[in-house]
């Protein structure tokens, strides 16, 4: 309604460090290949080799906002 001050959801996004269980070859790309990010509905398409099964990953969720900082520096690249 107007007039009405509007609360802003706070989100919840987290930065997880997921085990990679599951690796397959892109069908339609000879130089990728297709990880599962474990417990979440989403998948990282990627270079071959750059995981193996069993490699720890940080998994940042999409629409996250990471802070400009060295550490990030390849995300704002």
Do not use: C
Not at 5 to 21: E, G, P, Y
Not at 60 to 66: A, E, K, M, N, T
Request: hydrophobic share 40%.
């Amino acid at each position: 309604m107007p007039g009405e001050a509007t609360a802003l959801a706070k989100s919840n996004h987290q930065v997880k460090v997921v085990r990679i269980l599951n690796i397959r070859k892109h069908p339609n790309a000879d130089k990728l290949e297709i990880v599962d990010i474990p417990g979440t509905a989403y998948q990282y398409v990627g270079t071959i080799g750059q995981f193996k099964v069993g490699d720890l990953a940080i998994y940042i969720q999409p629409d996250s906002l990471v802070p400009e900082e060295e550490v990030y520096d390849f995300l704002w690249k």
